[in-house]
């Protein structure tokens, strides 16, 4: 089950505190390609780990032990 934040709330926001981490914004790794992606940046952090994205737009939640951080 993915999780995904109310943008409605001002906390979830662009300026609010689910982009506001040091990983943000950071290119890393997947340790296990995703449907033939291997690089993605994190855009927003989870209970769980972060959320990446890949270049074709899609948004995986991934744990931090599957990935690698630049």
Do not use: H
Not at 15 to 23: A, K, L, R, S, V
């Amino acid at each position: 089950m993915m999780l995904f934040p109310d943008f409605n709330d001002p906390a979830n926001s662009e300026q609010g505190q689910y982009t506001d981490f040091p990983e943000y914004g950071k290119q890393c790794d997947l340790i296990k390609p995703w449907r033939g992606y291997r690089r993605a940046t994190i855009v927003a952090q989870t209970s769980r780990g972060f959320i990446v994205q890949v270049s074709s737009g899609a948004e995986i939640d991934v744990y931090p032990d599957e990935i690698e951080i630049d």
